[in-house]
């Protein structure tokens, strides 16, 4: 875990107005002051991310959350009750303070508490909340280790090694708006739990012109430079690649078991994904785990990285 050191440089560089690459929970993030635009836009040019797509803003409190939302419903505070801090991200009508280079100038602002306890006392210690994407560049794998974040932007930005992530992917986002509770990325946060902490059916975006009023809606994301290949068990393409596989590994080329439980699968997959793709083969074959609500997330993933 990082020095006191280490957290003061960081926590200064971001009251700066400048870059640092922290951990999370989920991945990593690029992380800046949420109320600077100046900064703000610097995340999008480091990333190479459309304007398009909004950012999340990352808080430590209640408190802080609330005082970027324009407007708190019942579900807000229900759904906040039961997982935060954790990988929920609450998309609420925002306040005028948020600058509209978060939200790609929609009229509301993604929000959540990470449990990283390393993302917490930077919150807390620059007293800011921080707009924090993923730290890769766009459509890329998403890093779950410092060495990922390292590999993308080498020594041009600071890095806060807070070890390994481990929840995996990103978080589960949720609209609140005119009484409607809307899934609109799925994560390891299940609608099925969600609907059954609100007594309410949770519903599922489907695609969105325009502006996304989440990140991770775009067809291709989470991408290996490796063309990825879904399949079922054991059908594999011709030429020389890695198989990501739950059931039987075959004989030949480089098998990488995964685990059947999806919460150790999502935890592992980037990781796996950038150890396969660093091999430079001809492809990257996934099994396609089962297709069950707990496994919804990683689909999701998986479709868009191979897409």
């Known amino acids: ?8 440089r960081a926590a200064a560089i971001l009251r700066s107005g400048h870059l640092v690459a922290i951990p999370t929970e989920t991945v990593y993030g690029l992380a800046a002051n949420a109320l600077d635009r100046e900064a ?28 970027l939302a324009r407007e708190w419903p019942p579900e807000a505070g229900i759904l906040a009750g039961a997982f935060w801090p954790g990988p929920l991200t609450l998309v609420l009508p925002k306040q005028p303070i948020v600058p509209d280079e978060v939200t790609a100038g929609l009229d509301t ?14 919150i807390r210690r ?13 459509t890329q794998l998403s890093p779950t280790t410092a060495a990922h974040v390292r590999q993308a932007f080498g020594d041009s930005v600071v890095v806060v090694d807070g070890g390994a992530c481990e929840v995996g992917i990103e978080s589960t986002v949720v609209a609140l708006r005119n009484g409607e509770v809307t899934v609109l990325r799925p994560g390891m946060i299940a609608v099925e739990a969600m609907e059954a902490l609100l007594g309410r059916t949770v519903h599922i975006a489907g695609s969105v012109e325009g502006p996304h009023p989440s990140p991770g809606m775009h067809h291709r994301h989470y991408s290996p ?11 594999l393409p011709e030429g020389a690649g890695a198989y ?20 150790a699968y ?14 430079a083969l001809d492809w990257i074959a996934i099994e396609l785990p089962p297709q069950t609500p ?14």
């Open 109 to 122: 602002v993604g929000i959540r508490m990470p449990s990283h306890p390393v993302a917490l006392e930077l």
């Open 225 to 235: 430079r490796t063309r990825v290949v879904l399949v079922a068990a054991n059908q």
């Open 266 to 279: 999502a935890q592992r997959l980037y990781q796996v994904l950038h150890a396969a793709d660093a091999l």
């Open 294 to 307: 707990e496994w919804a997330a990683i689909h999701d993933r998986l479709r868009r990285a191979a897409n």
């Open 40 to 67: 703000v836009r610097r995340i999008f040019k480091w990333k190479g991310r459309p304007l398009s797509s909004p950012l999340i803003v990352h808080v430590a409190s209640l408190e802080m959350a609330r005082s």
């Open 1 to 8: 875990m990082p020095s006191e050191e280490e957290l003061d």
């Open 126 to 138: 620059t007293g800011l909340p921080l707009a924090a994407p993923s730290a890769n560049q766009f």
């Open 244 to 263: 990501l596989h739950i059931s039987e590994p075959q004989r030949s080329g480089h098998n990488m078991a995964m685990p059947s439980d999806p919460a």
